[in-house]
């Protein structure tokens, strides 16, 4: 009966082990993607988020692949942005890896953000942020734009559409390449 009884609870405790080294092998393993707050503590969770809105003569369309809404927050935290904007002369694209959007309509983009525009400029900056009441578009962190062969390069930016204003300041580097392009004379 003793035997039984040891054997019983060497397989009990072997089964118990296996099971334990399975679940902490699968835990270790396990791949988590880490977008600001957790998805644990947000109210909501959205995967490939399309929103559109026409606001005077602009229009513009904000995809992400996810979004986390923290109501408490007013804050909606973006993963993969792609905003694009068309104006009734223009049209924008910007894109960056994360950002948040808050009840106001205000928005930051993070991480490799890139802004093209239909008639060639291209910038780009580790964060942009958007002041929708202000009309303001701006950054704290170093900016490279491109177009048409000249290079602007600073650390802030600051962009006033209602006054038609852009300021780039700090070390200030320009080059402008007055060469002709694609082979013309």
Do not use: C, Y
Request: hydrophobic share 45%; glycine share 6%; no cysteine.
């Amino acid at each position: 009966m003793q035997r039984l009884a040891r054997r019983i609870l060497i397989a009990v405790t072997v089964f118990v082990l296996v099971v334990a080294g399975m679940l902490i092998a699968r835990t270790r393993a396990a791949r988590v993607d880490s977008v600001g707050s957790g998805p644990a503590k947000a109210d909501l969770t959205i995967k490939e988020v399309q929103l559109e809105e026409q606001s005077g003569e602009a229009r513009w369309q904000l995809r992400a692949d996810q979004a986390l809404v923290f109501e408490a927050e007013g804050r909606t935290s973006l993963r993969r942005v792609d905003l694009k904007v068309h104006e009734r002369d223009r049209a924008w694209t910007v894109v960056g890896e994360e950002g948040d959007l808050d009840r106001a309509k205000n928005l930051e983009i993070r991480r490799n953000v890139v802004v093209t525009s239909d008639d060639g400029l291209r910038l780009e900056t580790t964060v942009l942020r958007w002041h929708a009441t202000e009309r303001r578009l701006w950054t704290d962190a170093p900016v490279r734009i491109v177009r048409s062969g000249a290079v602007i390069e600073g650390n802030t930016l600051d962009v006033k559409l209602a006054d038609e204003a852009t300021t780039i300041s700090g070390h200030v580097r320009a080059v402008f390449d007055s060469r002709p392009r694609d082979g013309a004379k």
